[in-house]
Every structure is written in C-alpha cells, then in structure tokens.
C-alpha cells in the first residue's frame, strides 16, 4: 500500500486532477460531438475488468488506460498544463448526489477566522491546490496500454448505494505531428453498482482492527517507532508498516459508527502513522457521523496517551461550533462571523479547560504536548476583554499538571 501510495502521488499530474462539475463541463463543451482521433483508446476499467458490485466503503480500485492502434502517433503528457489549452483529466460520477469530492470536502475546518473576528474579521476559506507543476514526463503510446491505477476512494466516497456511470475528459494528449496543441479526448462510460452490506462491513472492521493491532505490536516491540531498522530489518520493518497502513485505510473508508469508534480509539493524535499519513485522523474528518465523531474526539483528548496540538483543539472547536451551526462555514461576512464568535469563544473555552484538567493523567509527551498548547491557548484574548483562562485559574491548572 504504501508503495502503491507513492507510486499514485508520483502520477498525480496525470490522473484525475480536475474533477470539479465546472472543469467538466468546460472540458465536455470543447470536445462536443467529436469522438477520440483515430486510433487512440482512452478506457476507464475496473481493476483486472470485475464487474461485481461493489459494498458501500470498500476501495473501489479502476486503471485508466491508454493505447493507439497506430503506435507512434500519440503521447501521453504528464504535465499538459505546461501546455496552452493543456489539461489534467477530469472525472465526472453520475448521478452526483450522494457523491463527495475528498478534495474539495475534506473535512478539515478551523475556527481561527470566527475566533478572530472581533480583531481583524478575516474571512472562511481557502484554495485546494493539486497537480504536478514539474513534471514533465511524455510516453509513447502503442498498442500495449499504458496503464494507470487508482483508488477510487482516495479522492471520492460514494455514500449512497445505486448503479453510477464513471467518465474521464481531458486534454493531456499529443499527436507526433504537433506536440504543441493538446488533443481533447474522453473515456468510456465505466458502470459501477454500489451495494450496502452491514455484515461485510462488521466482518472488515474486525479484521482491520486485529491486524492493525497485531502490526502495532510487532512494530512498537521492535523499537521503529523511535529508531532506524537495521539494515537486514529493513524488510520486515517496510512489511510491518505496510500492514498498519493497509488496515487502517480499510477502517477509514467503512464510514459506519462502529469504524468511527475504532477510528477515534486507535488515533492519539499523531498526525503520522509510521511513515504515512494518519488514515485514523482521515476517518474522523471525512465522517458522516459528524456528531458522534465530535462527542467521541472530546473524550478521546482528555485521555492520558493523547497529543492534543493545538491545531487539534482548533479543529475540534470548529467541529463543535459546525454541528451546531451546520452552514457555519459557507458565511464569510464579517456581522456572521461576529454572531458565532461568542458561542465559538464559549466552546474554545470548555476544549482549553477540559485539556487543562487532563493533564496530569497524561505522561510522557502527551503531558508535555498538552501543557504547550494549554499554555499558549489560556493566555489568548482573541480581541476580548481579557485571557481565555484567567491568569490565576490557568496557574492552578498548570500548579496540579507538574509532575511529582
């Protein structure tokens, strides 16, 4: 997996890196009613062609291939933005409700801008950035497919189940005769069938969970978490961290409560897990269950193996105030921002407060960690009358936190 990982971000300037409803449709106007120039293929498939359905969270893996019938008379470009008119392949799943773009919804929010807001009142948002500005890989294209692969789930969640049609657009082809001008192509139309299964999904969380512990175990043993393998375990150290990875993407994806449970109680707020991204944190995030998740995250922080950081109490109090205020980050004027900043301070408080009273059941880094940020979190104004904690309060927070 995590070479698989690597392997799809190093190719991430030719596959699916323009996938808004915009980006489409602009690409779809281009195209019109021509088809694909003569002799070049552009197919969206399945992995090895299944055409099973598929359950509601499991990793839906499709290759994009391309191949022409006249090798020679095309190329693939890997950056055709370098190119004027020039563009990545845009992916388009219909129909689109119950469908979330993992790049545009995240999941990730923060509260610094309503916190903020009786200071400067700057505003919500942010731009998503993605492909591969300096790549500059070109392949020939021959009757052999060059072939893609992907997992679907990395960059959309399919939440609903029902049969969808999958489609590819883009401009990230070349003929031999004009390697300047970008050929608009399109795929087949790839039909899939979303299926809900809730005894699968209970029989793949409690696999994951006994194989991501079981790795765990092998690879804190071994020291890897705070150490280098030696050279002869650098082996079994890569497989171990595979398997963590593997599991956890699979609890990730399930997206049902009990996931969610399993997903909070194996993240300690680390934003790693071995070498790769905390797919634990990932999960939470990218959760429908956004109330559970907050409610189990809040007691997950006090907990005393916990690195609460303080981007972690920002986006828990953002959490917060979003469940209450569903539509919360979609206001960007400043009187909204005000209306919330109350409430919000309200909630940043109670965060701050219950890690202050944690801590000294914490240990370790977890301790010194939560001090940090409780510190420099107590002693904010956020353009208010006074400290988030009061001078005195936050003191005798931090008397009892000492170790003895």
């Known amino acids: ?132 500005g300096d790549c500059d890989g070109v392949y020939k294209l021959g009757i052999e497919p060059i072939r893609f692969p992907y997992v679907l789930n990395y960059r959309f969640a399919i939440a609903v189940p029902g049969r969808y049609t999958v489609q590819a657009r883009g401009a990230n082809v070349v003929a031999a005769t004009d390697v300047s001008k970008p050929i608009l192509i399109t795929s087949n139309k790839l039909e899939i069938e979303i299926v809900r299964d809730d005894t699968w999904a209970d029989d793949q969380l409690q696999m994951a969970v006994r194989r991501y512990e079981e790795a765990q175990r092998r690879y804190l043993q071994n020291g890897w978490d705070k150490k280098n393998p030696a050279t002869a375990q650098v082996p079994q150290q890569w497989e171990t961290a595979q398997e963590m990875v593997n599991a956890s993407e699979i609890i990730r994806f399930l997206d049902t409560e009990e996931s969610l449970r399993e997903a909070v109680r194996l993240y300690d707020g680390s934003p790693r897990i071995v070498t790769y991204e905390n797919s634990f944190l990932k999960a939470i995030l990218e959760s429908s269950h956004r109330d559970l998740a907050v409610r189990l995250l809040k007691k997950r922080m006090v907990e005393g193996d916990f690195l609460a950081s303080e981007d972690l109490i920002d986006l828990l109090t953002a959490m917060t105030i979003q469940v209450e205020e569903p539509v919360v980050f979609g206001r960007e004027d400043l009187p909204s921002l005000r209306q919330l900043n109350p409430r919000t301070l309200e909630i940043l408080r109670e965060d701050v407060l219950a890690l202050g009273e944690s801590l000294p059941a914490k240990h370790g880094e977890a301790r010194e960690l939560g001090t940090a940020t409780f510190e420099k979190y107590a002693s904010r104004d956020y353009c208010a009358v006074g400290p988030l904690i009061e001078k005195g309060e936050a003191q005798q927070i931090l008397l009892k936190a000492r170790p003895n």
């Open 1 to 132: 997996m995590i070479l698989r990982n690597i392997a799809i971000a190093a190719l991430a300037g030719v596959l699916l890196q323009a996938s808004s409803a915009q980006d489409v449709q602009n690409i779809q106007d281009k195209i019109g009613a021509r088809g694909n120039p003569p002799g070049l293929s552009f197919e969206l498939r399945t992995k090895n062609g299944l055409r099973k359905p598929f359950r509601l969270g499991e990793m839906i893996e499709i290759e994009e291939d391309y191949s022409s019938s006249l090798p020679g008379r095309y190329s693939l470009l890997q950056n055709p933005k370098k190119l004027e008119g020039g563009s990545f392949v845009a992916l388009e799943i219909l129909p689109a409700k119950g469908v979330i773009d993992r790049v545009h919804q995240t999941g990730w929010v923060s509260a610094a801008a309503i916190l903020h807001a009786r200071c400067a009142g700057e505003g919500i948002g942010g731009a998503v950035g993605g492909g591969c």
